[in-house]
């Protein structure tokens, strides 16, 4: 796929596991996949809070996520 080219299909169907994503990348990614319409799995190393935060977020945005 050519950077300028959009995907055509939505991720709705889809779920992704997003390790790290507590916080940083990880975060940026999970949201993305969970704006885009996948129902996201959280997976942190150690910080649960954090971790449950960015679910609450997908949460209040319309999306689904589980933090592990």
Do not use: C, F, H, W
């Not at 300028?4 to 996949?33: E, H, Y």
Request: charged share 15%; hydrophobic share 50%; net charge negative.
């Amino acid at each position: 796929m050519e950077a300028s080219q959009t995907p055509s299909q939505s991720l709705s169907d889809q779920v992704a596991i997003v390790t790290g994503a507590s916080r940083g990348i990880g975060k940026a990614v999970a949201l993305a996949l969970a704006a885009e319409g996948a129902k996201v799995v959280i997976n942190y190393a150690s910080s649960s809070e954090a971790a449950e935060q960015v679910v609450a977020a997908i949460s209040e945005a319309g999306g689904e996520a589980l933090a592990l």
